[in-house]
């Protein structure tokens, strides 16, 4: 099965801020790569697909890069309403669609 | 409108079985992949399985083959996740979610359902 590595697990930052998050495979998974925003009690919402893509309406202030298996999430300026859980997924090793194991995020 | 909605919270004691659902509204149920994931008090997002309502067609993450059934029922739109035996360990809250069609990506998710095994 494919390991998906996330890191930080947690971080805290300011408004404004760049907030940048890694995820790791255990092996190359090219570039099936999703991005999920999780805020509390409520379920995931896709931000960013094939590792670079973003989803309609998410803000371009979230953005993905990454091919093989080192993937970076960055939002260039953090807003306060950005406070959530941040979770990578990979689709190279279907039928798993594995998770990372989350970051979360708070405002310092 | 395109949705999932999914059944209300429950609680059961151990070793009682239970069937959670999934009723997909706004599109072709039969079209699309219907996928299920579990979040655990205060932790992450683990997939557990998927399922095509067209054919029925499963497949299921090794980590819960033969712990849960994924079924549905594509004459009432409806997908679900059962349990034969709960275990307190299956306390967590259920996710389904619907696969983009010619797209590995979840968009539409539904509530979240609740399951709470307690003695």
């Known amino acids: 099965d494919i390991q998906m590595t996330q890191s930080p697990s947690s971080l805290s930052a300011s408004v404004g801020d760049r907030v940048t998050i890694t995820c790791q495979a255990s092996q190359d998974i090219s570039n099936y790569l999703n991005w999920y925003q999780q805020k509390p009690g409520k379920a995931p919402k896709l931000l960013i697909y094939?590792?670079?893509n973003l989803e309609t309406g998410v803000p371009s202030r979230f953005s993905g890069s990454g091919s093989g298996t080192d993937f970076t999430f960055t939002i260039s300026s953090l807003q306060p309403e950005d406070i959530a859980t941040y979770y990578c997924q990979q689709y190279d090793n279907l039928p798993s669609y594995t998770f990372g194991q989350g970051t979360k995020l708070e405002i310092k | 409108e395109v949705q999932l909605v999914q059944s209300g919270a429950e609680v059961k004691k151990p070793g009682e079985s239970l069937k959670i659902s999934c009723k997909g509204s706004?599109?072709?149920?039969?079209?699309?992949?219907i996928g299920w994931v579990r979040q655990m008090p205060g932790k992450g997002l683990e997939w557990m399985g998927i399922i095509y309502p067209g054919d029925s067609d499963t497949r299921y993450s090794p980590s819960f083959q033969g712990q849960v059934t994924i079924s549905a029922d594509k004459s009432i739109s409806t997908a679900y996740l059962q349990w034969s035996s709960l275990k307190a360990s299956d306390t967590a809250m259920y996710y389904c979610?619907?696969?983009?069609?010619?797209?590995?990506?979840?968009?539409?998710w539904g509530q979240g359902t609740t399951v709470t095994v307690s003695s």
């Open positions: 979610a619907r696969r983009d069609l010619g797209w590995n990506r979840f968009y539409v």
């Open positions: 094939d590792a670079s």
């Open positions: 706004g599109y072709s149920f039969t079209s699309y992949w």
